[in-house]
C-alpha cells in the first residue's frame, strides 16, 4: 500500500474517521491495528520479527531501567543491539558480506569458486527505519535521557505507527512517546496544514520524481553506450527524483501524522540550497544524519580520545558517513557514496579549519555572487554523489565518468529529456526557493486568500495535468 | 490563522477562484497544445503534402467501397475544407480481430506513412468490445457541465478508479458457462485429413449425400481430437443447410454451443437462418433449449434476440436484447486493451496522431476505460458513435442504417450508416486539426 494509491487513500479515509470519534486508549489501539494491517499488506510474516524485536527492546529497556548495576545495565543494553543489529545484519547485510568474502577466498584460492552459501533473503519493508528507531530509544534509556515507555503497547505503537514504519522519518523516543502517552489536539488547522503536506509531497512524488524517473531509467538501466551529455542530463534528472520521491514521502509521513494530531519530525530542509557540506547533511535526510550525529559519530569522537589532533574528526567522519552510505543498502556504490561524502565532509572540516574567513566578500552583490556559487558548486557535488547512489555497479559509475569526460557532445544531446529535465524541476526548485527564503513550508497556505487559491490550483492542475497517476514505488522503501 | 473565525463567503470565493484557475489552466494547456499541432500543419501542408490518414479495422471499415466509411471520410474532408487535400486509406482486414489487426500495423505504416490513423476494432475479438453493456449514464444531469475542462478532467480519474477498483476484483464471473479447456495442440492423424478432404471434394462437386456420409462416419470416431471435430462439424452443417435438414443441423449445433457459447461458425449458421427466415421453429427451439441451460450467456441471448427480430417479431426480441443490456459485460477484454495500448505507444512513438472510434450504438467510456491508464489520455481523441446513431435510429426504420443483425442490436453499415459514421470522424478530426487555419494559409499559398 503507496500512500500515492487509492487503496491507501481508502484505508487513511476510514482510519481517520474512526480516529476522530474514539478515546486516547482506543485511538492508539486502533492504530497499532491499522498499522499491522497496513504493514501485512505488505507481508504478515514480517509483522511477527518486528513484534519479536519490539518485545524485546521494551522487556530490555525495562530491565535497564529497574537496576542501577552498571554491568547488569550494559548486558540488557548489548542483548538489545545485538538483536536489533543481528536481524538488520542478517536481513540485509548476510548475502553482501558471505559473496564478498567468498570472493575474496576464492581468489586465494581458499574456496571453491562454485561453492555458493548466499541465501534467498527477503528484506522487511522498513527494517533499517524502524531498527534505528529501537535502537535510539534503547540507548537513550541506557543514557538515562528518557524513562522508558511505561506500556508495552505504547511503545509498540511509536515503531510501528504507520506514517513513519516503512520510510521514516526516523523518529525519536524523546519526541514520539510523549505524544503517545497523551492526548493529542486535532483541531482544524492541524488538518488543514496536514492535508497540504499530504498535497504537496503527492506533487513532489507524482509530478517530480515520477516524472524525471522517465528520464533516469532508460538510461540508466541499460546501462553503457550513452552518451555523455545523456548522463549528464539524467544525473541532475535523478538527483530532483530521489528528492521528490523522499521528501514527498516525508511531507505525507507528516501531512498524515499531522491531520491526526501527530508531529513527526521534519526530514528535508531545502537541501539544495545548502552552502556547505556540512549543511547539505544538515538539510537532507536530517533525521539520519542527526542520528548517526548523536549514537554514532559523537561516540566515535569519544573513542577515539587517543588520536591527536583533527585526524580523530576526519577518522570519526569517515567511518560514520561509510555507515551512512551502507545503511542504504549492502551494495558496493553505497559504501563509495558514503566515502565520497565522508571525503568531502573531512576536505571541508579541513578547509574550513586551516582557511577560516580567508575569502568572505563584503558588497552586497559579491554576498549574492559567492552565495550562488557555493550553492551551485554543492548543487554539483550532490548531482555527483546521487549518481553514485544511482549505479548499480561500480563499474557503471566508471563507464559514466569515462562517458562524461571522453564522449561528452552537447549537439547530440537528446532534447525532449532536456525540456521535461527543465520542465518538471523548475516547479519544484521555486517552491523550494520561496520555502527557503520564507523558512516556511507551509508559505502558500499563509497568502492572501485569492493568491493561495490561485497558487494551489497551479499546483493541482500541474499535479493532475501531468502527474504520472500510477502508485510506483518509492525509492526509499528498499532500504 | 483561526479558520472559526473566518466568513465562509471567503471560503466559497476561495474554491470559486481554485475551480476557475484550474478551467483557464487546462484550457490554455488545450490551446497550447492544439496551437503546436496547427503549427505542424503549417508546415506539412505549405510543402505540399496531402494529409494521409490510414482507417484501420475490421470488415465495419473495410465493406463498402465506394460507401464504405473511409472513403465517405475522404470525400467529407475534402469537401469542407476546401483548398486540403486529403487522403484515406481503408485498412479494413474483414473477420480481422484486433491482434491480427496490430501484428500487420507496423507493416502499414512504413507504406503509408500516415499523419493520422482512425481506428475502430474488437468486434470479431473473443470478447467483442461491441458486447460491452450499454449503460446510460446515470449524472446525465451534469451534462450541461461537459463542455468544461475540469469535468473532463474529473471524469477521466473518475474513470481511472473505477479501472482501478474492477483490478481488485478478483477474476470477475464473465458469462461464458462452458469455455472448453484450452487442448493442446495435436497432430491430426493424416487418415482424419485425408477424410475431411474427400468429404469436401464430395460437397463441392455438389454431392451432399456423400459428403455427410463421409463427414458423419469420420465423426463417429471417439479418438477425434475436439478442434478438429468442430472443423468437421461446421462443413458437416454447410451439407446440411444446403438441403434443409434441419432436426440434423440443430444437433450439430447444440453440440458445438454446449462446448463453447460463443462459437462463431455456428453463429454465423444461425445467423443465415434467421436472416433467410429459414427454419424458424427449429432455431428458436434450439435456443430457448440452450438459454435454459445457459441462462448467463450473453451470446446465446443476444443471438435469440437477434433471431427474433430477424423473424419479425420485435414484440419479443425485446425482452432478449434488454436482458444482454444489462448481462453484458466488460469481462475480460484484457487482449484488445494491449491491442489499443500497442496501436497507442507505436503511435506515440512515431508522432502519429491516432482517433479512436468507437461502434455505432455501443459507449465510448468503454473504449475510453482500455486507455484511461495512459498518460496522455486527456489529449487522445475518442469518437462517439453511440448518440448519433440512436437520434438517427429514432425516426426510421433498423435497415435503414444497418444491413444485418451481426452484434445482436447493432450490425454493419448501409451507406447511410457509412455517412453517419464518417461525419462524426470528420468532426473530431477537423475539430482536432482547428481547420480554418489550414485552409486561410493553404488557400494564401495557392
Redesign the interface.
Given at each position: 500500500m503507496h500512500f500515492n494509491s487509492l487503496e491507501f487513500f481508502l484505508f487513511f479515509t476510514v482510519v481517520y474517521i474512526t480516529y476522530l470519534f474514539l478515546s486516547l486508549r482506543w485511538q492508539n489501539r486502533m492504530l497499532i491495528a491499522a498499522s499491522c494491517l497496513f504493514y501485512a499488506a505488505w507481508n504478515w510474516k514480517f509483522l511477527f520479527l518486528m513484534a519479536a524485536s519490539i518485545s524485546t527492546d521494551f522487556w530490555c529497556s525495562q530491565q535497564i531501567d529497574r537496576t542501577d548495576d552498571p554491568k547488569k545495565r550494559k548486558t540488557f543494553l548489548l542483548i538489545s543491539l545485538f538483536i536489533n543489529l543481528g536481524i538488520l545484519g542478517f536481513f540485509k547485510y548476510y548475502n553482501f558480506f558471505i559473496a564478498n568474502i567468498q570472493g575474496l577466498l576464492s581468489c586465494l584460492h581458499l574456496a571453491s569458486p562454485t561453492l555458493d552459501l548466499t541465501l534467498k533473503i527477503i528484506l522487511p519493508l522498513g527494517i533499517s527505519f524502524y531498527t534505528f528507531e529501537a535502537m535510539s530509544y534503547i540507548i537513550d534509556v541506557y543514557k538515562r535521557k528518557i524513562r522508558p515507555a511505561q506500556n508495552y503497547w505504547d511503545y509498540f505503537l511509536f515503531v510501528i505507527y504507520f506514517p513513519h514504519l516503512i520510510a521514516g522519518p526516523i523518529m525519536r523516543a524523546k519526541d514520539f512517546l510523549p505524544q503517545i502517552i497523551a492526548p493529542r489536539l486535532v483541531n482544524a488547522n492541524k488538518y488543514y496544514n496536514g492535508a497540504y503536506l499530504v498535497f504537496l509531497g503527492l506533487f513532489q512524488k507524482m509530478f517530480v520524481a515520477d516524472n524525471m524517473a522517465k528520464i533516469v531509467n532508460p538510461i540508466f538501466n541499460d546501462g553503457t553506450g550513452h552518451n555523455g551529455a545523456d548522463f549528464l542530463i539524467s544525473m541532475y534528472a535523478f538527483t530532483f527524483q530521489i528528492f521528490g520521491d523522499f521528501a514527498g514521502y516525508s511531507n505525507m509521513a507528516r501531512g498524515l501524522g499531522a491531520m491526526m494530531g501527530f508531529e513527526i519530525t521534519i526530514n528535508f530542509n531545502t537541501p539544495f540550497f545548502a552552502v556547505n557540506v556540512q549543511d547539505f547533511w544538515n538539510r537532507w535526510h536530517i533525521s539520519l544524519s542527526h542520528w548517526i550525529r548523536d549514537y554514532l559519530y559523537l561516540p566515535l569522537m569519544g573513542g577515539f580520545r587517543r588520536i591527536n589532533g583533527n585526524a580523530r574528526i576526519y577518522l570519526a567522519l569517515m567511518v560514520s558517513m561509510t555507515l551512512i552510505g551502507l545503511w542504504h543498502g549492502a551494495a558496493w556504490n553505497f559504501v563509495f557514496f558514503g566515502i565520497y561524502y565522508g571525503v568531502l565532509l573531512s576536505f571541508y572540516l579541513f578547509i574550513r579549519i586551516c582557511w577560516a574567513n580567508l575569502i568572505v566578500p563584503k558588497s552586497p552583490w559579491g554576498i549574492r555572487f559567492w552565495f550562488w556559487l557555493r550553492v551551485l558548486f554543492i548543487f554539483h557535488l550532490t548531482v555527483f554523489g546521487m549518481m553514485i547512489f544511482r549505479c548499480h555497479s561500480l563499474s557503471q559509475i566508471g563507464d559514466i565518468i569515462r562517458a562524461l569526460l571522453k564522449n561528452f557532445h552537447p549537439s547530440a544531446m537528446n532534447n525532449e529529456n532536456f525540456t521535461a529535465l527543465i520542465g518538471f524541476a523548475t516547479p519544484l526548485m521555486l517552491l523550494q526557493w520561496v520555502e527557503y527564503r520564507t523558512n516556511d513550508i507551509f508559505f502558500i497556505l499563509k497568502y492572501h486568500w485569492a493568491l493561495r487559491s490561485f497558487l494551489l490550483a497551479v499546483l493541482t492542475y500541474l499535479l493532475l495535468g501531468w502527474g504520472v497517476m500510477k502508485a510506483e514505488e518509492f525509492i526509499y522503501f528498499q532500504f | 490563522?483561526?479558520?472559526?473565525k473566518r466568513p465562509i463567503l471567503?471560503d466559497i470565493?476561495?474554491?470559486l477562484?481554485?475551480?476557475?484557475?484550474?478551467e483557464i489552466?487546462?484550457r490554455l494547456?488545450g490551446v497550447f497544445d492544439l496551437s503546436y499541432q496547427s503549427y505542424l500543419n503549417h508546415k506539412r501542408v505549405s510543402a505540399g503534402h496531402v494529409y494521409t490518414i490510414m482507417c484501420i479495422g475490421d470488415s465495419n471499415t473495410y465493406l463498402g467501397g465506394e460507401n464504405s466509411y473511409p472513403s465517405q471520410l475522404e470525400k467529407i474532408l475534402n469537401e469542407r475544407t476546401g483548398g486540403l487535400k486529403f487522403k484515406v486509406i481503408n485498412q479494413g482486414l474483414p473477420a480481422a480481430p484486433s491482434k491480427v489487426i496490430m501484428d500487420s500495423f507496423e507493416p502499414w505504416l512504413g507504406k503509408y506513412s500516415p499523419d493520422m490513423v482512425v481506428s475502430m476494432m474488437g468486434a470479431n475479438d473473443r470478447h467483442p468490445i461491441v458486447l460491452s453493456p450499454n449503460q446510460k449514464n446515470f449524472f446525465k444531469f451534469l451534462a450541461p457541465l461537459r463542455s468544461l475542462k475540469i469535468y473532463k478532467?474529473f471524469e477521466g480519474?473518475v474513470i481511472?478508479?473505477k479501472d482501478?477498483?474492477r483490478s481488485w476484483v478478483p477474476g470477475q464471473p464473465a458469462p461464458k458457462p462452458n469455455v472448453p479447456p484450452p487442448t493442446p495442440f495435436k497432430v491430426v492423424p493424416k487418415k482424419y485429413v485425408q477424410l475431411l478432404m474427400l468429404g469436401l471434394d464430395a460437397k463441392n462437386n455438389g454431392n451432399c449425400d456423400a459428403a455427410e456420409y463421409i463427414l458423419t462416419n469420420l465423426l463417429g470416431d471417439p479418438d477425434l481430437d475436439i478442434t478438429f471435430q468442430q472443423r468437421v462439424d461446421s462443413e458437416l452443417r454447410q451439407c446440411y443447410m444446403q438441403q434443409k435438414k434441419y432436426p440434423e443441423l440443430m444437433d450439430t449445433l447444440r453440440f458445438n454451443f454446449n462446448i463453447w457459447d460463443y462459437d462463431v461458425g455456428s453463429t454465423d449458421n444461425v445467423r443465415e437462418l434467421c436472416t433467410t427466415g429459414q427454419a424458424k421453429e427449429e432455431v428458436i427451439g434450439l435456443l430457448t433449449d440452450l438459454i435454459a441451460l445457459y441462462p448467463k450467456s450473453v451470446a446465446l441471448n443476444g443471438l435469440l434476440g437477434a433471431c427474433y427480430a430477424e423473424y419479425g417479431e420485435s414484440a419479443l426480441a425485446a425482452p432478449y436484447l434488454q436482458k444482454i443490456k444489462q448481462m453484458r459485460s466488460l469481462g475480460d477484454m484484457a487482449i484488445l486493451k494491449q491491442d489499443y495500448l500497442k496501436l497507442h505507444r507505436i503511435l506515440k512513438q512515431h508522432k502519429i496522431k491516432g482517433v479512436y472510434v468507437q461502434y455505432p450504438l455501443r459507449d465510448v467510456n468503454d473504449l475510453k476505460r482500455l486507455l484511461s491508464?495512459e498518460?496522455d489520455y486527456?489529449k487522445m481523441i475518442f469518437v462517439d458513435n453511440e448518440g448519433p446513431f440512436q437520434e438517427a435510429l429514432k425516426p426510421d426504420q433498423y435497415y435503414t442504417y444497418f444491413t444485418d443483425r451481426n452484434y445482436d442490436d447493432m450490425g454493419h453499415c448501409t451507406p447511410l450508416g457509412n455517412h453517419i459514421l464518417a461525419g462524426n470522424i470528420a468532426d473530431a478530426i477537423l475539430k482536432y486539426l482547428r481547420i480554418n487555419s489550414i485552409r486561410d494559409s493553404s488557400l494564401s499559398s495557392e
Open positions: - | 490563522m483561526s479558520l472559526d471567503q470565493l476561495s474554491i477562484v481554485f475551480l476557475l484557475t484550474l489552466l487546462l494547456n478532467l480519474i481511472k478508479i482501478h477498483v491508464a498518460d486527456d
